[in-house]
T-cell receptor
């Protein structure tokens, strides 16, 4: 199993643009979570999806949205990009129960100019 | 609100010396606690979690509810232990799903 995969690996955008990040979970995992990791900080929770439903949302503005597809893959969308959105975006998958170990992807590094 | 604090950003120890990475948390309920590790150029991976009570790569961690701590320990550090370590909390119960709250991480360097 390749583990959690994310695309693209790197991305450069300018302020005001929109970005879509993609994640494929480990086979058999039904839950996907998204985290933002700013340089020098730990990952910060953005969203969790389970069976295509949003199960949790962190303290992020409405510019951030996500969805999960029937095959359990997921997209994170960020509108009206700000310089402060520059970060490593991590996707993690888990089986779907409560307090499950999360398995992380390699991340997408987003730079907003 | 839940919070995880790792007071040391950087920690250096000599090979063979004991190592302790500190983690304190604040949460009104009963949390599950994890340690994740990130080796150079690798993805974040689980090192251990409290409920399994396993010892992984010689590391152990004890949950002290009185001191709200979950410090990571190893009696004899090895060079391959050099990595970034993150403590994480996931709240039990309620409708919180599977949200993880991470500390800011401690970068451990084991000096040969």
């Amino acid at each position: 199993d390749a583990g959690v995969t994310q695309s693209p690996t790197h991305l450069i955008k300018t302020r005001g643009q929109h970005v879509t990040l993609r994640c494929s979970p480990i086979s058999g995992h039904k839950s996907v979570s998204w985290y933002q990791q700013v340089l020098g900080q730990g990952p910060q929770f953005i969203f969790q999806y389970y069976e295509k439903e949003e199960r949790g949302r962190g303290n992020f503005p409405d510019r951030f949205s996500a969805r999960q597809f029937p095959n359990y893959s997921s997209e994170l969308n960020v509108n009206a990009l700000l310089l402060g959105d520059s970060a490593l975006y991590l996707c993690a998958s888990s089986l779907g129960g409560t307090i499950e170990t999360q398995y992380f992807g390699p991340g997408t590094r987003l730079l907003v100019l | 609100a839940q919070r995880v604090t790792q007071p040391e950003k950087l920690l250096s120890v000599f090979k063979g010396a004991p190592v302790e990475l500190k983690c304190n948390y604040s949460y009104s309920g009963s949390p599950e606690l994890f340690w994740y590790v990130q080796y150079s150029r690798q993805r974040l991976q689980l090192l251990l979690r409290h409920i399994s009570r396993e010892s992984i790569k010689g590391f152990t961690a004890d949950l002290n509810k009185g001191e709200t701590s979950f410090h990571l320990k190893k009696p004899f550090a090895q060079e391959e232990d050099s990595a970034m370590y993150y403590c994480a909390l996931s709240p039990w119960g309620g409708n919180t799903g599977n949200q993880f709250y991470f500390g800011t991480g401690t970068s451990l360097t084991v000096i040969p």
